[in-house]
Protein backbone atom coordinates (compact mmCIF):
# COMPACT_ATOMS: atom_id res chain seq x y z
CA UNK A 1 0.00 0.00 0.00
CA UNK A 2 1.53 3.52 -0.78
CA UNK A 3 1.42 6.48 1.22
CA UNK A 4 -1.44 8.74 -0.19
CA UNK A 5 0.79 11.76 1.55
CA UNK A 6 2.62 13.76 -1.06
CA UNK A 7 6.38 12.81 -1.09
CA UNK A 8 8.76 16.43 0.03
CA UNK A 9 11.37 17.00 -2.63
CA UNK A 10 14.75 15.80 -1.39
CA UNK A 11 16.55 19.24 -0.68
CA UNK A 12 20.28 19.71 0.62
CA UNK A 13 22.56 22.62 1.71
CA UNK A 14 24.15 24.32 -1.40
CA UNK A 15 25.50 26.84 0.53
CA UNK A 16 25.97 28.64 3.79
CA UNK A 17 26.81 32.30 4.73
CA UNK A 18 26.96 33.20 8.45
CA UNK A 19 25.18 36.77 9.40
CA UNK A 20 24.67 38.50 12.54
CA UNK A 21 23.78 36.62 15.70
CA UNK A 22 22.62 32.91 15.23
CA UNK A 23 21.50 33.41 11.66
CA UNK A 24 22.79 32.08 8.63
CA UNK A 25 21.62 31.93 4.77
CA UNK A 26 20.86 29.20 3.63
CA UNK A 27 21.15 28.26 -0.41
CA UNK A 28 19.27 24.75 -0.82
CA UNK A 29 20.33 22.48 -3.56
CA UNK A 30 16.95 23.46 -5.03
CA UNK A 31 17.80 27.16 -5.42
CA UNK A 32 16.10 28.27 -2.16
CA UNK A 33 17.52 31.12 -0.28
CA UNK A 34 16.50 31.93 2.99
CA UNK A 35 18.00 33.65 6.13
CA UNK A 36 17.30 31.85 9.07
CA UNK A 37 17.32 31.89 12.63
CA UNK A 38 19.26 29.23 14.27
CA UNK A 39 18.97 29.68 18.04
CA UNK A 40 16.15 27.51 18.78
CA UNK A 41 18.41 24.82 17.11
CA UNK A 42 21.23 25.42 19.17
CA UNK A 43 20.54 22.95 22.54
CA UNK A 44 22.44 20.76 24.25
CA UNK A 45 25.89 19.66 25.40
CA UNK A 46 27.03 19.39 21.37
CA UNK A 47 25.54 22.97 20.37
CA UNK A 48 26.95 24.40 23.81
CA UNK A 49 30.29 25.48 22.10
CA UNK A 50 28.81 26.79 19.11
CA UNK A 51 26.19 28.86 21.11
CA UNK A 52 27.96 30.64 23.38
CA UNK A 53 31.19 31.47 21.42
CA UNK A 54 29.89 33.87 17.91
CA UNK A 55 33.61 33.04 16.52
CA UNK A 56 33.10 28.96 16.56
CA UNK A 57 29.17 30.19 15.16
CA UNK A 58 30.83 31.70 12.31
CA UNK A 59 32.88 28.54 11.86
CA UNK A 60 29.82 26.67 10.30
CA UNK A 61 29.88 24.83 6.84
CA UNK A 62 28.32 22.45 4.77
CA UNK A 63 29.12 19.14 6.14
CA UNK A 64 28.51 15.44 5.22
CA UNK A 65 25.32 14.80 4.12
CA UNK A 66 24.99 18.53 3.24
CA UNK A 67 23.97 19.46 6.33
CA UNK A 68 24.93 22.81 8.31
CA UNK A 69 27.72 21.57 10.39
CA UNK A 70 30.75 22.64 12.94
CA UNK A 71 34.39 21.60 13.83
CA UNK A 72 33.05 20.64 17.43
CA UNK A 73 31.28 17.86 14.95
CA UNK A 74 27.71 19.32 15.95
CA UNK A 75 25.48 19.53 12.97
CA UNK A 76 21.71 20.18 11.48
CA UNK A 77 19.73 18.17 9.41
CA UNK A 78 18.57 20.34 6.42
CA UNK A 79 15.46 18.62 6.33
CA UNK A 80 14.50 20.80 9.86
CA UNK A 81 15.67 23.76 8.67
CA UNK A 82 13.57 23.51 4.93
CA UNK A 83 10.58 22.38 6.31
CA UNK A 84 10.98 24.12 9.37
CA UNK A 85 10.02 20.88 11.61
CA UNK A 86 10.77 20.63 15.32
CA UNK A 87 14.00 20.21 16.84
CA UNK A 88 14.56 17.04 18.28
CA UNK A 89 15.41 18.55 21.65
CA UNK A 90 11.90 19.95 21.43
CA UNK A 91 9.96 17.00 20.54
CA UNK A 92 8.85 15.22 24.20
CA UNK A 93 9.53 11.39 24.92
CA UNK A 94 6.38 9.62 25.39
CA UNK A 95 4.93 9.27 28.10
CA UNK A 96 5.49 5.84 29.75
CA UNK A 97 2.46 3.87 30.89
CA UNK A 98 2.71 0.72 33.20
Do not use: C
Not at 30 to 44: A, D, P
Not at 49 to 77: C, H, N, Q, S, Y
Amino acid sequence: MRNSLPSKPFVRVRAVKPLDGHNVQVTFTNGTVRNINLEKYLHGPAFEPIRKDPEMFRRVFIGDGRTLAWPTGADIDPDVLYYDLTPAWMERAPEHTP
